[in-house]
C-alpha cells in the first residue's frame, strides 16, 4: 500500500470518528435541551388601575298617595288622597329638593326628587322615607317607604286584581330625558303595554287595566332611555270596609338566593288564618325553590319546605302555624326568582297589610330613613359565617350603638321614627325596617348606598 493509500484511510477514519462525536455530542445536546429551561420572551401588558368619578346620587319618592274611582263621572281619574310626610338626611347635610311632575294626578302636589354633589370622587350619602295614614271611606291605613334609586329592570311581586282591590302602578322619571317604559305581566294571562314617561314626571295607571284574569300577577317593568323608579300601590276594601294600604318596593332582578328580612306574623282564627303569604315567580324556567324560616334572633328554622316552580307562573304560598313575632324568610331556587311576603294584621275595618321584598346584602354602608309612624326596628341578618359588627349612627354621624348580628342569625334593633340611620357594617348582612302599631304596618328592605365607585383596571 502507497503513503498516499494509507494517509486517505487515516483521514477518512479521522473523519468519521469526528462526525460521529459531533453527532452524539448534538444529541446529547437536544436531550439536555428538553429538559434545561428555556429562556422566556414575556411581556407584560400596560394596565392602571382607575377610580370611575362617582355621579351624583338621586332618589325619587313617591309622592301622594292616590286614589281612584272617587268620581263617578270619570272612574278612571287618579285623585290626591293625601300627601305623604318626608324624612330626608345626608352625610353632607339635607339633600336638595326639587319637584317632579304628576299631571295625570287631579288636585295633587309635586313629587319630591332628592340628590346631593359629588365632592371630587367621593359622592355622599342621601336617604329619605315617606309615611302616611289614611282614614277615607275608600282608604284607611298606615303606609310607608323609602324614597329609591331608578331602574332600568324592576319587578312589582305583590300585586292583586281581587275583587276589593285597587292596585296601581306608579312609575316616576326623575332623570333630564324621556324613558319608553314597557310594563310585562306574568301570570296565567300575559300582557304588555308600553308607556312613554317624559322627563321629571310621574304617571300612575290601574294593575287591573293589564292584569285581568292573573290570580297573582307579577310585573316586569323594562325601562329604556332613562331608568325609573317603579312602586306598587295597593288598597283594599272587606266588604264595605277598607282594611289597609300599602306601597310596595320593587325587586330589582331574579335572584337563585333571597333573604327577606322583618317579616311580621300575627295571630289569625278559622279560615283567616292565612295572614302571611309568600309569593315567588321563576320567570324563565321551572325548578323548586327551598323555602327556610327563622325566628329573629335565632338561627335554627321554625319552618322548611320545598316548593315546585312552573316557569312563568307566580306561586302563592301560606306560612301557617307560625307563632306571632318577627321572622326571616329565605328562599334557595335552582332556578332565579323573584319574591315578597305578604304580612296582615287582620280582616275588615282596623286592619292593615304590609309587602315586604328581599334585602340585598350591605357589605360596607347604607343611610336610610325611618319616617314618621309607629313602632319602628330594623332586623339585621347575618348569612356568613363570622359575627358580624352593625353601627348604627344618628343623624349619619359615624358614632353609634354597636349591634353584634351572629353568624347564621339575626338581630332586631329599635330605631326613632323621623330620623336617618348610617348603618355601617365589616361583615355581609341583610337588613329590613319593620314598622307595627294598632291597624298600622309596613316593611321595607334597606338598600346598600351606592357611594363612592370602586376601581377598575384599564388595559390601553
Request: aromatic content about 4%; overall charge negative.
Amino acid at each position: 500500500m502507497s503513503r498516499a493509500q494509507t494517509f486517505r484511510r487515516v483521514a477518512t477514519g479521522a473523519r468519521i470518528a469526528v462526525g460521529a462525536v459531533v453527532v452524539a455530542a448534538c444529541v446529547t445536546g437536544v436531550v439536555l435541551a428538553i429538559h434545561a429551561p428555556w429562556p422566556a420572551v414575556s411581556h407584560e401588558p400596560a394596565q392602571v388601575d382607575v377610580v370611575p368619578v362617582a355621579g351624583d346620587p338621586v332618589l325619587a319618592c313617591t309622592g301622594d298617595l292616590r286614589a281612584l274611582g272617587r268620581d263617578s263621572s270619570d272612574p278612571l281619574a287618579l285623585r290626591s288622597a293625601g300627601a305623604f310626610e318626608l324624612v330626608a338626611g345626608g352625610t353632607s347635610g339635607d339633600p336638595a329638593q326639587t319637584a317632579i311632575a304628576a299631571p295625570d294626578l287631579v288636585d295633587g302636589g309635586e313629587v319630591p326628587r332628592l340628590s346631593d354633589a359629588v365632592d371630587g370622587r367621593s359622592a355622599p350619602l342621601i336617604a329619605g322615607a315617606e309615611s302616611i295614614t289614611a282614614s277615607a271611606g275608600d282608604l284607611a291605613g298606615f303606609a310607608a317607604a323609602p324614597c329609591g334609586e331608578a331602574r332600568l329592570e324592576s319587578w312589582l311581586v305583590g300585586g292583586s286584581v281581587a275583587t276589593g282591590t285597587k292596585d296601581l302602578i306608579v312609575l316616576t322619571n326623575a332623570s333630564s330625558v324621556t324613558s319608553t317604559v314597557t310594563l310585562s305581566v306574568h301570570g296565567e294571562s300575559r300582557s304588555n303595554r308600553t308607556l312613554v314617561i317624559p322627563a321629571r314626571t310621574q304617571t300612575a295607571l290601574p294593575l287591573s287595566s293589564i292584569a285581568a284574569g292573573n290570580t297573582s300577577p307579577v310585573v316586569e317593568v323594562v325601562a329604556q332611555g332613562a331608568p325609573v323608579r317603579a312602586v306598587l300601590q295597593s288598597s283594599y276594601v272587606r266588604t264595605l270596609d277598607p282594611a289597609g294600604i300599602d306601597l310596595q318596593e320593587a325587586v330589582a332582578a331574579p335572584q337563585r338566593s333571597v333573604v327577606v328580612p322583618g317579616v311580621q306574623v300575627f295571630d289569625g282564627e278559622g279560615d283567616d288564618a292565612d295572614l302571611t303569604v309568600l309569593r315567588l315567580l321563576a320567570p324563565d324556567d321551572e325548578g323548586s325553590a327551598v323555602v327556610t324560616v327563622r325566628a329573629a334572633g335565632s338561627s335554627t328554622s321554625v319552618q322548611e319546605f320545598t316548593v315546585p316552580l312552573t316557569a312563568d307562573l307566580p306561586t302563592d304560598v301560606s306560612l301557617r302555624d307560625l307563632a306571632a313575632g318577627s321572622y326571616t324568610v329565605d328562599v334557595a331556587s335552582d332556578a332565579p326568582v323573584v319574591a315578597g311576603v305578604r304580612q296582615q294584621d287582620g280582616f275588615g275595618a282596623g286592619s292593615d297589610f304590609a309587602w315586604n321584598t328581599p334585602a340585598s346584602e350591605i357589605t360596607n354602608e347604607a343611610l336610610f330613613a325611618v319616617p314618621e309612624g309607629p313602632a319602628a326596628r330594623v332586623q339585621l341578618v347575618n348569612r356568613g359565617d363570622d359575627d358580624a359588627t352593625v353601627e348604627l349612627a344618628v343623624g349619619g354621624g359615624d358614632d353609634g350603638e354597636q349591634v353584634t348580628v351572629p353568624a347564621g342569625g339575626s338581630v332586631e334593633a329599635d330605631v326613632e321614627a323621623g330620623t336617618v340611620y348610617r348603618l355601617t357594617t365589616d361583615r355581609a348582612v341583610h337588613a329590613g325596617v319593620a314598622m307595627a302599631g294598632d291597624g298600622a304596618l309596613a316593611t321595607w328592605p334597606i338598600a346598600p348606598s351606592a357611594g363612592a365607585e370602586g376601581s377598575i383596571t384599564v388595559y390601553p
